[in-house]
Every structure is written in C-alpha cells, then in structure tokens.
C-alpha cells in the first residue's frame, strides 16, 4: 500500500486517504535509525517506546539501529475517541532504571505536546544521563503548549487531521494497518 492509492475496500468506509504507504514509512524509519545509530555510537541507549500507539513504530525503529540499545515500554493513555481528555496516566516507568542511562522516548504522535511533556516530567528527577524524543508524527497545530521543547527526531510533519494505522488507533481500532490513513470526519 503506497502513499496516495486508493484506500483498500476494507477500510474505505472510514478512510479518506492513505496518506503515508509502507515504502514511504519504511525509507524513513531507517534513516532515522541510522541518524540515531550515528549519535548513540557507544552509548547503549534506552528506547522508552510508549504503549500502545508506538508499538509498530518502536520495532521498526530498533530493528534499524546498528548500534546496542535497551528497550523499555510504558504506557500513556491521553485520547478518548479523536479527542485529548487535558490529562495524562503514565505507567511502568516504576519499574525502569534509567539512572546514569541515555534515554529516547519513543512516541506515535505529538498534538498538544502534552504527554511528552509529561513524560519528560516524570523522568526529570529519575537521573538520567540524557533524554531525547523521536516521534513517528508530529502535527501543524496552534494546541500545542507554549515552552514545549522540541522534540528531537520527527519521522513526518503532518497536517492537522485524524489519523490511524501504523500502532496509531480510533478507539483502539486500525492500529494494525500497515500505512498512515486520514479518518472520515464524523
Ligand atoms: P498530545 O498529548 O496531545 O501530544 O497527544 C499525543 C497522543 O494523542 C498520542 O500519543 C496519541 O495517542 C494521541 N493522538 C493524537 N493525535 C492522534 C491522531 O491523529 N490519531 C491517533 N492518535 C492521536
């Protein structure tokens, strides 16, 4: 499925278009993962790949780095349907050692920036050597909060629609398609 095919039969009832196809997808994670595998030479860094929406990604993404790295999942539950709820649940960071380490969160898509920023929170404090983001989306949009730091890698710059597939869910649905896809509006 590549970018701009029609939206196969299945899904063409709640899609408008595909708007990331899988060759798209797959020559950018590796060259992400060669910009990360350059910078992390030696550092065995941690990848913090947050639950459930970066689960594609993140194992993409690990699969392409050259270098040793750790994999770590939290889980951080924001989204009600298409819309943000103003309040972020990050779990399983009590169980991570992150003292001393490297760290790169890995993170489906950025809106508000809220849950990045709040997880960047949270690891503030937890004694981290570094910590940088690598996100798959990032969307044009004024919601996203003043002072929020950018974020260090971006796979794709997108508009400001809904969109699933690629770990990415509606109401945990389409997260297992293998591109990007615009939703309907409602
Ligand atoms: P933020 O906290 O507003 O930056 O939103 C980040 C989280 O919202 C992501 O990790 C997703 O779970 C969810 N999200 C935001 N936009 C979309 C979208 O277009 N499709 C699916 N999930 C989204």
Request: glycine share 10%.
């Amino acid at each position: 499925m590549e970018t701009g095919d029609p939206v196969p039969p299945p899904w063409a009832s709640s899609l408008t278009e595909v708007l990331l196809g899988t060759s798209q997808i797959a020559s950018r994670v590796s060259e992400i993962g060669a910009s990360l595998s350059a910078h992390y030479e030696g550092l065995n860094p941690v990848l913090l790949i947050v639950l459930k929406g970066s689960f594609i990604f993140g194992a993409d993404l690990s699969r392409s780095l050259s270098v040793s790295h750790e994999v770590q999942f939290i889980r951080a539950k924001s989204y009600v349907g298409t819309e943000s709820t103003g309040e972020v649940h990050v779990t399983g960071l009590e169980g991570v050692d992150i003292s001393g380490r490297h760290v790169v969160v890995v993170e489906d898509i950025v809106d508000t920036g809220l849950t990045l920023r709040q997880i960047r929170k949270k690891l503030t404090g937890m004694g981290a050597a570094s910590v940088e983001s690598c996100v798959f989306l990032k969307k044009e949009t004024d919601r996203r909060g003043k002072g929020t730091p950018d974020e260090t890698w971006v796979a794709f710059g997108i508009e400001d629609r809904f969109v699933v597939g690629y770990g990415l869910d509606f109401d945990q649905k389409f997260r297992h398609l293998p591109f990007v896809g615009v939703m309907k509006e409602a």
